[in-house]
């Protein structure tokens, strides 16, 4: 009762990490777009593993095949099912997990909710399952740039201690985050952060970092007041991708830090619209976005599979010892912008699906 | 279509700041439960304006009226309807802000969005809409206290640069949050924190803060993968209250900076269940409450609403400067302690009755 | 959690016959429209019980009042709460069936799902259950027909096994089925059916009907394939009302008798969209209206509680005689008519909604 | 927006008749339980054309794969993907199509609604979309078997003007039902029902039918009141299976030509619970199910697609003959039984999914 997202535009996603495939069935695409394999294949491409030195070596394909909802190359209205098959399964990795939850993964929680678990890898918490919204999201990206312009950026704020310096939210494209394997658009750091990535996988650790994202040209409007308000369902939709622990939109905590009269962002008149000289609000006020870019930061944590030793507590309560096996990510923060992008999507297709409708009762 | 909080025990809340009356219905409240006005009275009380010289002196009642639900005391299992009557209207107050929208408020947005705007103080916007949700949330939080021991306590964690001592997480309780004023467990940093209000108020600005807040007790086991992580739903519940900014969990952003071998939580026995020894996580592991305490932190922004001049624009685009008449609160924390309490209660029922019907599946 | 009906627009009912007040809160009517309390009062003055000497004399007046969601006659876009406060309350006439559930009535179903129930009148199962249903199709009625001409009338087509003549689906308006206290449209029918009605009142037993319904035009286009098909969601809506107990749209029942060379509807050229020669499947194909009269009928059992004596068991299981007393209708249809006419509104007004947008996404 | 059913036990189905594959994702089904594809085939088999001689001939296997939610053989709680691929496509037969819609189906609505349509065959209006709710009903139907005995069972009433005798709800049984091909457990009537379907067949026509059905061992207390009581949601599924026009439950449309006092059921004592003598209420009071039997009815009109030549006109409004092509059952009732049992069983499901979580809360 919980892998379906969206109200009008919703997404229903399924797969383990070790099925034998992950996917989405999308429920209110728009009929009559155009719409092809590989429209989706890009984003998952910048999503999977083994793209390079900082991620992990499984070089799984991700191949999505379109099983259903386009004819010819067009939407027909109905569901779209996406479908991603699973290879290049090494479930023995795992085995000598089984009986050890690894501490800070989803081992013990399935365990105490579900009453059994996937015997092999993450299960249903494994970064596979985000497959299924990278797809759906590209469906819903490619919406919002055709019909109304409208553009999503993520990139790498920060890995570890290493941040990366101001960003420029009106110009700041896929290219240029994509310019560095860790996608962060300022080279020197970049280059740092790759360092500090390599030098915790040597030490068989792993380090936290933060993704930064901006959406621009969003029509003023969106957002559902009271429950479901824009940054409300970005927050919604970013807690949701595994591993994270914090967002915040415009000014976030630091805002908490400020005086109302500095934080106010001034209307003024912007080409035939009211726009605001500063963006504290990261482009959202009441809930509903203003026509300025959204701009909203996301923390994640560090893996908590590690190949150190790790003192801890078996299931059944007894001292043990964890050395997890298996291929991990030492960060997942270069890996998490296009998922960051996706989510983005779909909470941007969703809302504004919502609010189309009311453009026609005014 | 957005003012229904939750799956089951479903929310809906109803009022501007200035109709006839504010409240909610709540749909999917269990039955047989003893249910009185004074339960939900005494949060409503902590939330209300004119408690002392920190907050607005607009001195409403807001009296709770149950309409329905209750018979002799006792939950039928209906829908439970709560209302506030509104009181105390100065409309006029607002008369001069009609052509100019208030910068970060949500005067235009709603503009933009309905077409139409409450004429007078935020309408639904206002902070009066959250009565509902805090009478609601009186309501889970009983049936959470009784039958598990659920506690759940926040507090201001900080105003404006004025930040407060480490919390005890196991001990802290609203008695003493409500030691002081601004309702910060801290003795000292609580009086710095009224002095930085008042002298904000006096310079005719605002200031933000951030809210701690700790649910005790929850079992392990609630929490909805993928998309309705337990984090997720509170993120999305504490971005949904009025002039939030920020969400973090467990580390929070602070995590984003660690190691995994120092973030990680090892497991211990504790007490016949599998506890942490540390909880960087939050009391969360892959979406799933572990057992020990969830902790988190809500940053709010200053009030947008200052009685300093203010240079803008005008709706008509043409330049305005814009001074806030009104009663408005300098710095909204203290009041939204039972708000982010509230929410929290809201959450974590639903995601309690989610659960509920699994444990008699395994 | 079932209190709420709609997607987009939703509508939260709450009440009980004996509580304070019953009412609605309606979240996602459209903004900018003309709303007064008196929109609303004349369908719930054609519901209210006492009209005539068909109907239960228990004369509430059940006035209807907005609390919020409409400012200077004008909705906001935001959630209109709808209250209406019970009178006239005679708990002791439900003294003596406390420990008797009422065959075919609700008490023990009730009892058995919630452990408890209201202790006088049907609680949350009586007919005044349906005034938030009836205050809030009038919402979605008004908006209907303004903007769209949609018309919606209701009527009672049989009285025990005493049916009207043909209707024409085409002319029929509400002030011919108001013509006769019954509410059915044939003068002649009409009377048999309130003498009908007359003589199973004096027998102190009760008698079932049929309530016939059209809505025209329905532009093309409306009801969500599959899951929400315009009969589906209408289906849907009629069995939630009390005593219901089939539902039948177009042919119904009669077509399964039919061959599909008589049954199919030919399409033809009607003033420049096509348009069919007859309408067998009741202005739906597909699950999707396709812009001929919506036409359906619903079956009403014989109302339950009965002054005969009945022989039947007590909830401790010993045998029973029960024989009720207080105010009952001894026959449902001629007050059901503005409820059925009230959901049909409700099913139209968010199917319209959850359509408006896809046309801009051609 | 549309094909996404139930609210705890949640199925997402996809696919059209002609485009890679056809299924479901089944989110919210309870983890550790046995399952295997061949739970699923028996009714997918139960379904698919080509049965025998009163089917379509078009003969797919329709072989279920499921792609997650379930590691060696046990369920695990998470979102379970099911598909079966098409095969044996034959667009061309549909090409003459393109231009004229077919009376009474789906292709002028569809076309309205989405401004396009799949161009060969019924697309998502197609019978191949109920394969998914089969395959997910099959999952819903052995988990309320397993855990309470209950027990689903649907028949052929009436084909045309002939029905079956009286059926002894309380014993009869599936394999009585698949005695013969038509599925109707009268062996006379279902002697005459072939002979007509084989009749109309030749006769390049179609003839509707009734379809019955109960579900025994329901526990009493299901069903959400108000809006979602039991046979409320039983007729939104019932309607939305293709070419259904009618509902009814219990006594139907036949209670309404009933006296109170010959409808209402007695109460008796039933070892240990208070059951009924007679069912005219079909299992339901006020909504919620008694423990008594829920019996229901279904009509099917004839199928749209028929060989006769027949007068109606093109999209463009000009007069025109069609005369189908392809592959087309004359008679849905027998293949119609199966989905009948999945939609109720994806009722049963979630409705009790609902209530569990209410026991506990006593």
Not at 24 to 42: R, T
Not at 196 to 217: P, T
Request: hydrophobic share 35%; glycine share 12%.
């Amino acid at each position: 009762m919980s892998s379906v997202f969206g109200t009008i535009f919703r997404v229903s996603t399924f797969g383990e990490s070790h099925c034998a495939a992950v996917g989405a069935v999308v429920d209110g695409a728009p009929a009559g777009m155009k719409l092809a394999e590989s429209d989706i294949q890009s984003q998952l491409d910048r999503r999977r593993p083994g793209q390079g030195e900082l991620t992990t070596p499984r070089d799984e394909k991700d191949v999505v095949t379109i099983l259903s909802g386009v004819e010819n190359g067009v939407t027909l209205g109905t569901p779209i099912a996406l479908m991603v098959h699973n290879r290049d399964q090494h479930p023995s990795d795992y085995q000598e997990m089984a009986g050890i939850p690894r501490p800070s993964h989803a081992d013990y929680t399935y365990q105490a909710k579900y009453g059994v678990r996937a015997s092999s890898g993450g299960g249903r918490s494994s970064a596979r399952e985000t497959i299924g919204r990278v797809a759906a999201g590209a469906i819903a990206e490619k919406y919002l740039a055709e019909r109304y312009g409208i553009e999503i950026v993520a990139w790498v704020e920060s890995v570890g201690e290493i941040g990366c310096g101001a960003i420029d939210l009106e110009n700041i494209t896929r290219s240029m985050v994509d310019a560095t394997p860790v996608r962060s658009p300022d080279p020197g750091a970049a280059r740092a952060m790759s360092e500090l990535i390599a030098e915790v996988r040597d030490q068989k650790d792993s380090v936290g970092g933060v993704v930064g994202c901006v959406c621009r040209n969003l029509p003023a409007g969106l957002g559902e007041p009271v429950f479901d308000k824009l940054e409300a369902m970005l927050a919604h939709a970013m807690l949701s991708i595994p591993a994270t622990k914090g967002f915040e939109i415009g000014s976030g905590f630091g805002g908490s830090r400020m005086r109302g009269s500095a934080h106010n962002d001034p209307f003024v008149q912007k080409g035939g619209r009211l726009g605001t000289t500063s963006n504290y609000s990261g482009g959202v006020q009441g809930g509903i976005s203003n026509g300025e870019p959204v701009h909203f930061r996301v923390a994640f944590k560090p893996p908590a599979t590690i190949a150190l030793k790790q003192q801890t507590a078996a299931f059944d309560g007894t001292d043990a010892v964890l050395e997890a096996k298996g291929r991990h990510d030492p960060c997942v923060v270069p890996r998490a912008v296009p998922i960051v992008e996706g989510m983005t999507a779909l909470v941007m297709m969703d809302l504004l699906l919502r609010q189309e409708y009311r453009k026609r009762s005014g």
